[in-house]
């Protein structure tokens, strides 16, 4: 578990990214503007940083380069609309350690988080759920390798097969709306009139075991270890 600050002034992304990562275990801090992004920032409680570049008060190229020139060595994941080859140069240059433009997929952010917090300082070599494998009812996920076993055979997920049965697993034994599923693997942005969810929960069911994957009726479904 890390715990995440999210400077975004859009309150949609930002309840968005935050209850993804909450829901993958970690503490998730709201900032709305850049010089209060900034200050927490600097407080030296947070272990990762998802920076807009777009913020009232002070743009996240200043935070950054405010946030670098007072020594912080914090993982930075810019996370913005502007897109353009040198606005993506001006974060690195700044001192961003990803860049990632919207609209965005939560699987890919996810992703980018735990690179960048395994790579952070004192956590080099990895280690920790973040690093490892992700255990549940005889289905086993390398997080790191991206394989996924049964009973100790090998089954084969697409990317997004592998991230619906992740959060499956971090949260086993909880009931997770279909809504909550949709919003973590498909992106705030995906249609909610959908039937994708109940169709990969189908996928899961043929390779992990139907008796996995419980149906709530009216509420959604829950992983049975």
Same mark, same amino acid.
């Given at each position: 578990m890390?715990?995440?600050?999210? #400077?975004?002034?859009?309150?949609?992304?930002?309840?968005?990214?935050?209850?993804?990562?909450?829901?993958?275990?970690?503490?998730?801090?709201?900032?709305?503007?850049?010089?209060?992004?900034?200050?927490?920032? &600097?407080?030296?409680?947070?272990?990762?940083?998802?920076?807009?570049?777009?913020?009232?008060?002070?743009?996240?190229?200043?935070?950054?380069?405010?946030?670098?020139?007072?020594?912080?060595?914090?993982? #930075?994941?810019?996370?913005t609309a502007r897109d353009s080859v040198g606005d993506t140069v001006t974060a690195l240059e700044n001192g961003a350690d990803d860049y990632m433009p919207k609209p965005f997929r939560f699987a890919e952010l996810q992703a980018r988080i735990r690179l960048r917090l395994r790579q952070a300082p004192g956590n080099e070599g990895g280690g920790g759920r973040s690093g490892d494998v992700v255990e549940a009812g005889g289905v086993a996920l390398d997080v790191r390798t991206r394989r996924a076993t049964v009973d100790g055979r090998q089954v084969d997920l697409s990317a997004r097969e592998f991230? &619906?049965?992740?959060?499956?697993?971090?949260?086993?034994?909880? #009931? &997770?709306?279909?809504?909550?599923?949709?919003?973590?693997?498909?992106?705030?942005?995906?249609?909610?009139?959908?039937?994708?969810?109940?169709?990969?929960?189908?996928?899961?069911?043929?390779?992990?075991?139907?008796?996995?994957?419980?149906?709530?009726r009216g509420m959604g479904y829950r992983f049975v270890p």
């Open positions: 890390a715990r995440i600050l999210i #400077v975004e002034d859009e309150a949609r992304i930002a309840s968005f990214v935050a209850k993804g990562l909450k829901a993958d275990g970690h503490q998730a801090t709201v900032v709305g503007d850049g010089p209060g992004g900034l200050d927490h920032a &600097l407080s030296g409680d947070y272990e990762l940083m998802v920076l807009d570049i777009g913020l009232p008060g002070m743009d996240g190229f200043e935070v950054l380069d405010q946030l670098r020139s007072q020594g912080s060595r914090m993982p #930075v994941i810019v996370l991230t &619906l049965a992740e959060i499956f697993m971090l949260n086993a034994g909880q #009931v &997770l709306s279909r809504e909550q599923l949709l919003d973590h693997v498909w992106g705030f942005d995906f249609d909610p009139g959908s039937n994708v969810v109940d169709v990969y929960v189908g996928y899961l069911r043929k390779k992990f075991g139907a008796p996995t994957i419980e149906t709530v």
